[in-house]
């Protein structure tokens, strides 16, 4: 079983829709937990992290997280052409402070 | 404020030789991780520098090894080169809090 795991997708969505990506993770001991962006390229940028469960709200970007089910979830409001790129989800057991990512999902945002 | 960054950019060694790549971490950080992105595989923890020691490291074989030196800036080492090691080397660095910052890469092609 992967520490992480994502659906690769592609997910495609029109511009101004709501994109919905997911995350489970296998370890119940994961503490910290951050949602990467990595635009074709280039390498990952860090947009959203959540320590405690519930929802994070920062800009268009809202990370969800229920630990109970090891779920994480990045919902992009009004989506943009330039939202289009691969999101990585990563999880930090705090113990030996290593983290572990899932493989991206694929978004992509159609004019 | 300067972000992280890697040297080289890109790099072609051939089966046996060994590689050695290098990474700044942003200014007051004091942690560097380093990870392994192969085609299609999601990011791989390789290592991790904390005040100059080593405090964890991933699933990969001994030929992997590095050093952070007393400015925090980090060396990553890769002897006996394999074609398997042909991937992208990202650093990121670290002030302790979980969030980590990645510079842009070494592309290494092992012929």
């Known amino acids: 079983q992967k520490e992480v795991e994502q659906n690769s997708g592609p997910l495609s969505v029109p511009e101004g829709a709501i994109a919905s990506l997911n995350c489970t993770y296998s370890?119940?001991?994961?503490?910290?937990f951050f949602w990467y962006r990595q635009y074709s390229g280039k390498s990952p940028e860090l947009i959203m992290s959540?320590?405690?469960?519930g929802d994070k709200e920062d800009g268009r970007f809202t990370a969800q997280l229920n630990k109970a089910s090891q779920y994480v979830s990045l919902l992009i409001r009004d989506s943009q052409p330039s939202d289009s790129a691969t999101y990585l989800c990563?999880?930090?057991?705090?113990?030996?402070?290593?983290?572990?990512f899932g493989t991206g999902t694929s978004l992509t945002v159609i004019p | 404020e300067a972000g992280v960054t890697q040297s080289p950019t890109h790099l072609i060694k051939t089966r046996g030789q060994q590689a050695t790549l290098r990474c700044s971490p942003i200014?007051?950080?004091?942690?560097v991780y380093w990870y392994q992105q192969a085609l299609g595989l999601g990011l791989q923890f390789l290592l991790w520098?904390?005040?100059?020691?080593?405090?964890n490291r991933g699933n990969f074989p001994p030929r992997f090894s590095g050093r952070q030196f007393p400015n925090y800036s980090s060396e990553l080492n890769v002897n006996a080169l394999e074609l398997e090691d042909s991937a992208l080397y990202l650093c990121?660095?670290?002030?302790?809090?979980?969030?980590?910052?990645f510079g842009p890469g070494t592309r290494l092609t092992v012929l």
């Open positions: 990121a660095s670290s002030l302790g809090d979980w969030r980590e910052y």
């Open positions: 370890d119940r001991g994961s503490q910290s």
């Open positions: 959540i320590y405690s469960n």
């Open positions: 990563a999880v930090n057991r705090n113990t030996g402070n290593q983290f572990y």
């Open positions: 200014s007051g950080h004091t942690s």
């Open positions: 520098y904390d005040e100059g020691e080593e405090r």
